[in-house]
């Protein structure tokens, strides 16, 4: 079975940081290209950043760019998210979101439970 | 960017209907397009790739058509647990989700 758990969520001051970890099980996670997608509350889904199963492509969606990076360790069946100059409007739950190609620009087909992320003083 | 623009953003319907909820893409993705299924307090889940295939374990009451710019989700007969909101999302060029569609009950 397919499992994708989040972590790491929390609340964090303005313009600090939060690494978010998303451990996934039940399948071959080195061949699988995975994403980050948030959801501020009451709001729909946006993309936030893509990577693919050999990290050699990494997409960040424009409000992010230069504050968030992506990144995985395949030994460690495990995707990241760290977070820098966090601002109010970065307050979302991230869901980890696995797609079913080894490239970059797919639909999702499974997602974690998400995790939390407020960012207020 | 690709803009998606779900219409409408609300939809009042009754057990039994025929539900259709429609996305337009400002430029043609092909047929990049998914949708997904979400409850309150849970992950989304996918129901539509590629347009018009069909999710496995996914019902057959669930269809999706379109191409280009155009796209339809339609739910067949509505059942209980069809009230959800729908929201879909283009992968030609990164990544872009409509801003959702909210199926309440009649």
């Known amino acids: 079975e397919v499992q994708l758990v989040e972590s790491g969520g929390g609340l964090v001051k303005p313009g600090g940081s939060l690494r978010l970890s998303c451990a996934a099980s039940g399948f071959t996670f080195s061949s699988?290209?995975?994403?980050?997608?948030?959801?501020a509350p009451g709001k729909g889904l946006e993309w936030v950043?893509?990577?693919?199963?050999?990290?050699?492509q990494i997409h960040h969606a424009d409000p992010v760019k230069g504050r968030f990076t992506?990144?995985?360790?395949?030994?460690?069946?495990?995707l990241y998210l760290q977070m820098n100059s966090?601002?109010?409007?970065d307050t979302a739950v991230y869901y980890c979101a696995r797609s079913p190609t080894s490239v970059t620009g797919s639909y999702r087909d499974?997602?974690?439970?998400?995790?939390?992320?407020?960012?207020?003083? | 960017d690709i803009q998606m623009t779900?219409?409408?953003s609300t939809l009042s319907a009754s057990v039994g209907d025929r539900v259709t909820i429609t996305c337009r893409a400002s430029r043609s993705v092909s047929t990049w397009l998914a949708w997904y299924q979400q409850k309150p307090g849970k992950a989304p889940k996918v129901v539509i790739y590629d347009a018009s295939n069909l999710q496995s374990g996914v019902p057959s009451r669930f269809s999706g058509s379109g191409s280009g710019?155009?796209?339809?989700?339609?739910?067949?007969?509505?059942?209980p647990d069809d009230?959800?909101?729908?929201?879909?999302?283009q992968y030609n060029s990164y990544s872009t989700f409509g801003r959702g569609t909210k199926v309440e009950i009649k």
């Open chain 2, 83 to 89: 009230f959800a909101t729908y929201y879909c999302q």
């Open chain 1, 32 to 39: 699988y290209s995975m994403n980050w997608v948030r959801q």
């Open chain 1, 86 to 89: 966090l601002r109010a409007e």
């Open chain 1, 49 to 56: 950043s893509s990577i693919s199963s050999t990290s050699s």
């Open chain 2, 69 to 79: 710019t155009e796209f339809t989700l339609t739910i067949s007969s509505l059942q």
């Open chain 1, 70 to 78: 992506i990144s995985r360790d395949n030994a460690k069946n495990s």
């Open chain 2, 6 to 8: 779900q219409s409408p």
């Open chain 1, 110 to 121: 499974y997602w974690g439970q998400g995790t939390l992320v407020t960012v207020s003083s």
